[in-house]
């Protein structure tokens, strides 16, 4: 799926009109529509900077707007045979379905897609649980990794008492 196409797809499910969000992006209110018009159709191409801002605007990581190319069933496949290549991705039949499962074995890049796919199943699991609504598992799933607590990507943020209080030093020792 082109970025375009996953500009469209952010933009209604948060339910954003292309004039709304070109001028959260800073685009004039005359020309904001034609510009996002223009990314979604493919017709222009949002630089890193522009991306970065749409990813920040439409609440999802700038990789989540980065996806490979699988419009097609073969693009697909191509995709996957690169994941088996470089992760270990393997297909095996199971009571007459097709599963995809990682070798952890097969390196160190195998590892660690076993370990990023265990979060995402325990994240899926909770959902299906009802511990967690779907919302809140989309949003874990497009502003991943910032809001996984696997405890292998998980950012960190100061609370705002220590935030206040590191700056607050800061500017103390800056003055002196």
């Known amino acids: 799926m082109a970025i375009g196409e996953r500009i469209h797809f952010f933009r209604m499910m948060r339910g954003m009109t292309q004039k709304y969000l070109g001028m ?3 685009f004039p209110e005359k020309s904001a529509d034609v510009r996002l018009a223009q990314y979604e159709n493919g017709s222009r191409t949002p630089k890193a900077d522009v991306t970065a801002a749409l990813a920040q605007a439409l609440d999802v ?11 097609s069933y073969i693009g697909l496949m191509h995709t996957l045979f690169t994941l088996e290549d470089r992760y270990g991705l393997e297909v095996c039949e199971c009571e007459d379905e097709v599963h995809l499962r990682v070798h952890i074995h097969k390196g160190r890049d195998a590892a660690e897609l076993h370990k990023m796919l265990a979060a995402w199943g325990a994240v899926a699991a909770k959902l299906k649980a009802g511990e967690i609504t779907k919302e809140e598992y989309d949003r874990w799933r497009y502003r991943y990794p910032e809001l996984d607590i696997s405890g292998q990507w998980h950012k960190i943020t100061p609370s705002q008492e220590l935030s206040d209080l590191l700056l607050a030093d800061l500017k ?4 002196e």
């Open 172 to 175: 103390e020792h800056s003055e």
């Open 61 to 71: 990581s700038p990789k989540a707007l980065d996806v490979p190319d699988i419009d």
């Open 24 to 26: 959260a992006l800073g």
